[in-house]
């Protein structure tokens, strides 16, 4: 029996477990160049990034902490965390909670034998993105 989950509820169920992750009320704090995302206990769990280090196309470009990717990791499979709707979905939760207008989304992931890959993705563009070092 397959079971069909459509885009609303899927956003309800990514919505509902970083609610019970990180709290229902995110806060920020800003600095010079970056955009600290706080939990509801003051955790620092995403990186804004507003000048330098931010991908091709990108005005604000969010940074998945690495404790952040892994608790995530620990509730949905890795394989679903690298397609465009769960960055869609991550994303709208964030601006949702913080009344930031963030365009990207990256994480690190293990990939290969380096075990350092990136995954860039832009809303805006609504495709994976190349990274800039700036």
């Given at each position: 029996m397959d079971v069909i989950i459509t885009k609303s509820q899927?956003?309800?169920?990514?919505?509902?477990?970083?609610d019970v992750l990180y709290g229902p009320k995110?806060?920020?704090?800003?600095?010079?160049d970056r955009i600290k995302i706080l939990s509801n206990e003051g955790e620092h769990i995403f990186t804004?990034?507003?000048?330098?280090g931010k991908g091709d196309g990108c005005k604000q470009d969010m940074f998945v902490n690495s404790e952040t990717?892994?608790?995530?990791?620990?509730?949905?499979p890795k394989v679903a965390t690298r397609k465009k709707l769960f960055s869609r979905t991550v994303l709208s939760y964030v601006n949702e909670?913080?009344?930031?207008?963030?365009?990207?989304?990256e994480f690190w992931y293990e990939k290969g034998p380096s075990h350092?890959?990136?995954?860039?993705?832009?809303?805006?563009?609504?495709?994976?993105?190349?990274?800039?070092t700036n």
């Open positions: 899927y956003q309800k169920i990514v919505f509902n477990l970083l995110l806060t920020h704090e800003k600095e010079a804004v990034y507003t000048v330098g990717g892994e608790e995530i990791d620990n509730f949905i909670k913080t009344n930031l207008n963030i365009d990207c989304i350092d890959k990136r995954y860039n993705f832009s809303v805006k563009k609504n495709k994976k993105i190349k990274r800039t």
